[in-house]
């Protein structure tokens, strides 16, 4: 019973994200979409605070691209970077199997409406923590010698048309986010370790 669940739950993830993708279209996945958006925010001049905000921004749209990476076990910022080289917006990495690709004819997409809806939900959390006066994290374990990676997520991807399988290692994003603003210590805002 729980197979037949699992499968049930397979189809309804890709019938989902065919519809999204039928709604807003499509870009490349493997965090590619974000990675290539963060260089839009390069042409941007502000300074300040914001040019903080600006800078966090850029960190957390590179995590999903590392994440994936670095779950398949190579050096995810060695990946971001060398993305970041290219001119071809749907060349990405394919992790599953360890290779530059053109994601697009890889069949390695992301429905657009997915990408948006995560990138605008992370936002909103961001800028609840940056408003909350005191945050109570727990400080992860270290996973011991040797232990597999976590399992990265993600949203099912979009079931036949091949793909590593949605936005997993947006739940990095955060992390990543997070790590910028000095939330993995639980500590009054303002101050920094």
Same mark, same amino acid.
């Given at each position: 019973?729980v197979e037949?669940?699992?499968r049930?739950?397979?189809?309804t993830?890709?019938?989902?994200a065919t519809?999204a993708a039928?709604?807003?279209?499509?870009?490349p *996945?493997?965090g590619?979409a974000?990675?290539?958006?963060?260089? #839009?925010?390069?042409?941007?001049?502000? @300074?300040?605070d914001r040019a #903080?905000?600006l800078?966090?921004?850029?960190?957390?749209?590179?995590?999903?691209c #590392?994440?994936?990476? /670095?779950?398949a076990?190579?050096e995810?910022s060695?990946?971001?970077? +060398?993305?970041?080289k290219?001119?071809?917006?749907?060349?990405?990495?394919?992790a599953?199997?360890? /290779?530059? #690709?053109?994601?697009?004819?890889a069949?390695?997409?992301?429905?657009? /409406?997915?990408?948006?809806t995560?990138?605008?939900? @992370?936002?909103?959390?961001a800028?609840? =923590? +940056?408003t909350?006066e005191?945050?109570?994290? /727990?400080?992860p374990?270290?996973?011991?010698? !040797?232990?597999?990676?976590?399992p =990265?997520?993600?949203m099912? !991807? =979009?079931g036949?048309?091949?793909?590593?399988g949605?936005?997993g290692g947006?739940? !990095?994003?955060m @992390? *990543?986010?997070? *790590?910028?603003? *000095?939330m993995h210590?639980? =500590?009054?805002m303002?101050?920094?370790?």
């Open positions: 019973e037949v669940n699992e049930k739950d397979r189809v993830d890709a019938l989902n519809r039928i709604s807003d279209g499509i870009v *996945g493997g590619s974000l990675l290539y958006a963060s260089r #839009v925010l390069d042409d941007v001049k502000i @300074s300040g #903080v905000g800078d966090c921004v850029k960190f957390a749209l590179r995590i999903p #590392v994440t994936i990476a /670095k779950n076990g190579v995810g060695v990946v971001a970077d +060398t993305l970041l290219q001119n071809n917006h749907s060349f990405g990495y394919d599953q199997n360890d /290779k530059y #690709v053109d994601m697009f004819e069949g390695i997409i992301d429905p657009c /409406k997915v990408v948006k995560a990138l605008d939900s @992370s936002t909103s959390i800028a609840l =923590m +940056t909350t005191a945050v109570v994290a /727990k400080i374990d270290d996973p011991p010698a !040797g232990a597999a990676a976590p =990265m997520g993600g099912g !991807g =979009m036949g048309m091949g793909g590593m949605g936005m947006m739940g !990095g994003m @992390s *990543g986010m997070g *790590g910028m603003m *000095g210590n639980p =500590m009054p303002g101050m920094t370790g």
